[in-house]
């Protein structure tokens, strides 16, 4: 049975590991890089992972609570301040890229990850300044071992 009560921490580490690692994301990114938290005055472009459990299938022909087997919602959010689009889907894509193999994630098995859709968000504010957000939306499956 895992340490942890959730998988998201794991998760979140196994996703940070592998983005963190590859120098050619991080020459993309500014000095603000890969977060969990939006910093109050972030340097762009920077990515943002958000990572949820919106479901939980349980163990297959198991009871309630046995047999760990979530479902992990992976948002993974490109702010940027160019011109256009091209840099945040160039960040986003090479994002993507990376985590087109499930992670290796401490006490479980990762099994399957799919890409369901990316949604651009031209032209907002993030704490008074205007940007580009593109949000990459993943769902990664584990298994308790």
Do not use: C
Request: charged share 15%; proline share 8%.
């Amino acid at each position: 049975m895992s340490v942890y009560l959730t998988p998201l921490q794991p998760v979140a580490d196994a996703l940070y590991g592998v983005l963190l690692q590859d120098a050619a994301l991080t020459a993309l990114l500014s000095s603000t890089g890969v977060v969990d938290d939006i910093p109050q005055d972030p340097a762009y472009p920077f990515l943002w992972v958000e990572v949820q459990e919106p479901q939980q299938w349980g163990g297959f022909g198991t009871k309630p609570g046995i047999g760990v087997l979530p479902e992990i919602g992976i948002r993974l959010h490109v702010y940027s301040q160019f011109q256009g689009m091209a840099e945040a889907y160039g960040i986003l894509t090479r994002a993507i890229t990376l985590l087109a193999d499930p992670p290796a994630v401490v006490g479980f098995s990762s099994w399957a990850i799919f890409h369901d859709t990316t949604i651009t968000l031209p032209d907002e504010a993030l704490n008074g300044v205007k940007v580009k957000e593109v949000v990459g939306v993943l769902r990664l499956y584990v298994e308790e071992q």
